[in-house]
């Protein structure tokens, strides 16, 4: 079964740091790219952050850029998002997502919450 | 950056009638098209990629239709699982993929 867990989400202040993972299994993990997508408490599907599928290509949302940073370890089937300077805004559910061939997102993991307050 | 437009907002049906959401991209996306189902407390499912084409297990009253920058997603006869967030997203130039805002299918 293709899964996806994330976790390392919790309550954070502002202008703190957190190191989400995402463990996956049950597909070639180093054949794919992955994504962050975000979802604030009553808002929409946001793209934070992606990573091609060596690792060699990551590309940010202009909201994260410079604050977040997106790496993956194949090794360990293991994705990860250092997060650092975060603000208010940044609170959200945070999905571990995996793209397809062709780029549609075909599997999310459960989501991990990241609270940002003082 | 492509902008996703979905509409309506919310859509209130009866069990058992049609619902028709639409979806228009600010340029064109060709049929590169992806709608997704979230149901409260869940993470989103995708039901539909290549504007047309249903994912794995997704009941076939589902359906979707479009290319370029207008599309639609159809629910023949909703039932009482199909009452959730839909929202529309393009993948034509990976890695900028943009969602919409979602259309809440909520019980008439």
């Known amino acids: 079964e293709v899964q996806l867990v994330e976790s390392g989400g919790g309550l954070v202040q502002p202008g703190g740091s957190l190191r989400l993972s995402c463990s996956a299994s049950g597909f070639t993990f180093s054949s794919y790219a992955m994504h962050w997508v975000r979802q604030a408490p009553g808002k929409g599907l946001e793209y934070v952050s992606a990573i091609s599928s060596n690792g060699g290509s990551t590309y940010y949302a202009d909201s994260v850029k410079g604050r977040f940073t997106i790496s993956r370890d194949n090794s360990k089937n293991t994705l990860y998002l250092q997060m650092s300077s975060l603000r208010a805004e940044d609170t959200a559910v945070y999905y571990c997502v995996k793209v397809s061939d062709y780029y549609y997102m075909d599997v999310w993991g459960k989501g991990t919450t990241v609270t940002v307050s003082s | 950056e492509i902008v996703m437009t979905q509409s309506p907002a919310t859509l209130s049906v009866s069990p058992g009638e049609r619902a028709t959401l639409s979806c228009r991209a600010s340029q064109s996306v060709s049929s590169n098209l992806a709608w997704y189902q979230q149901k409260p407390g869940q993470a989103p499912r995708l039901l539909i990629y290549?504007?047309?084409t249903r994912a794995t297990g997704i009941p076939a009253r589902f359906s979707g239709s479009g290319s370029g920058t207008e599309f639609t997603l159809t629910i023949s006869s909703l039932q009482s699982e199909d009452f959730a967030v839909y929202y529309c997203q393009q993948y034509n130039n990976w890695p900028s993929l943009t969602f919409g805002g979602g259309t809440k299918v909520e019980i008439k």
């Open positions: 290549g504007a047309s």
